[in-house]
């Protein structure tokens, strides 16, 4: 079982839409939590960090993390065409001591007009 | 607003070839990493470093992989004999609040290796 597992999509919504992307995993010891967006061949760009359970709201974005099911989710409201790109979430563990972020695959989001 | 800054943006090399990727961190921060990303694949972890040493590498970092802070500015990594599979993007991220705190990515040097 891969420790972090996304469906890579891709997703298609119009305009407007709300979008909810997803994560699970094995390792219950993940506590950190993130959301990164990625254009093409750009880097990462952060867009949540929670830290173990609960939600976290930021304009647009709110991040949620049930650990009981070892599932999170990012819900984008009111989606834009310049929100189009690829959603990366990533997790760490306090066990390993240097916060090396674990990443899944990624889901590919098209936000059409 | 200060950013994870990285160079080359694109290398190409031969194989066999050693090469140096660039990276400056956010003023201020500790935390410093290298991740990288095969096309189409996951970005992977490669190497944690701290205190001016590794505090965590992954399998794919042997012996042909090594990292650097020359100064206080600039963080290095360095491929000795690169192969064909090591083409991918080569992120570098930074954070200032511990080790588990925010990590910033650089918009990252595309390796290619022919």
């Known amino acids: 079982q891969k420790e972090v597992e996304q469906d890579p999509g891709p997703l298609s919504v119009p305009e407007g839409a709300i979008v909810s992307l997803n994560c699970t995993y094995s390792n219950s010891a993940f506590q950190y939590f993130m959301w990164y967006r990625q254009y093409s061949r750009k880097g990462p760009e952060l867009l949540m960090y929670t830290y173990s359970s609960g939600n976290k709201e930021d304009g647009r974005f709110t991040a949620q993390v049930d650990k009981s099911s070892k599932y999170i989710s990012l819900f984008i409201r009111d989606s834009q065409p310049s929100d189009s790109a690829t959603y990366l979430c990533?997790?760490?563990?306090?066990?390993?001591?240097?916060?090396?972020?674990?990443f899944g695959q990624g889901t590919t989001l098209q936000v059409k007009p | 607003e200060p950013e994870v800054t990285q160079t080359p943006s694109h290398q190409v090399t031969q194989m066999g070839q050693e090469v140096i990727l660039r990276c400056v961190p956010i003023?201020?921060?500790?935390?410093f990493y290298w991740y990288r990303q095969i096309l189409g694949q996951k970005v992977e972890f490669l190497v944690s470093f701290y205190n001016n040493e590794i505090s965590e590498k992954s399998e794919i970092f042997d012996d042909q992989f090594s990292v650097e802070r020359p100064d206080g500015s600039n963080f290095t990594l360095k491929i000795r004999s690169t192969k064909l599979e090591d083409s991918a993007m080569y992120f570098c991220a930074s954070s200032g609040t511990g080790a588990f705190g925010e990590q910033f990515f650089g918009p990252g040097t595309r390796l290619t290796v022919l």
């Open positions: 003023s201020n921060h500790l935390y």
């Open positions: 990533a997790m760490s563990s306090p066990s390993s001591n240097t916060g090396k972020l674990i």
